[in-house]
C-alpha cells in the first residue's frame, strides 16, 4: 500500500488550495480515507474522513470551509480548502485503513491506518 499526497504549498489567508493523495495497492471494498494535520511539537489532529460509501466527518475547525472528496477510478482523495487561515499551517497526511469507522481521533488510524508523507501548507501574509 501506497499513498503519496501532493498540492500543498503557500497561500495567503483567505485562499485556497487543494491537496491529492494517489493511494495504490488498497483493494479493500470498505474502506475508509481520511486528512489530518500537525503542527511542530504537536499530536497530530484529523481534519475530515470519508468512507467508501461517501459518508463524511469534519472536525468542527474546518466545517464550511474544506471537502473531503475521493475518486474512485482513479483511487485519489482530495481536500479542498478554502477561505485558509494562519491556524491552518500544518503538515498534512492522508491515512486509509479497512472499514467504514469515521472517527476523526488521532490513535486509531495511528495503529490501523496507512500513511502518506505530509505535505506542507502555509498560510502567511
Known amino acids: 500500500v501506497q499513498l503519496v499526497e501532493s498540492g500543498g504549498g503557500s497561500v495567503q489567508p483567505g485562499g485556497s488550495l487543494r491537496l491529492s493523495c494517489a493511494v495504490s495497492?488498497?483493494?479493500?471494498?470498505?474502506?475508509?480515507m481520511g486528512w489530518f494535520r500537525q503542527v511542530s511539537g504537536k499530536e497530530r489532529e484529523g481534519v475530515a474522513t470519508i468512507r467508501s460509501d461517501g459518508g463524511a466527518n469534519y472536525a468542527d475547525s474546518v466545517k464550511g470551509r474544506f471537502t473531503i472528496s475521493q475518486d474512485s477510478a482513479t483511487n485519489t482523495l482530495y481536500l479542498q480548502m478554502n477561505k485558509l487561515k494562519p491556524e491552518d499551517t500544518a503538515v498534512y497526511y492522508c491515512?486509509?485503513?479497512?472499514?467504514?469507522?469515521?472517527?476523526?481521533?488521532?490513535?486509531?488510524?495511528?495503529?490501523?491506518?496507512?500513511w502518506g508523507q505530509g505535505t506542507q501548507v502555509t498560510v502567511s501574509s
Open positions: 491515512a486509509a485503513a479497512q472499514g467504514t469507522y469515521l472517527g476523526l481521533g488521532y490513535n486509531w488510524w495511528r495503529r490501523i491506518g496507512d
Open positions: 495497492g488498497y483493494t479493500y471494498s470498505s474502506y475508509s
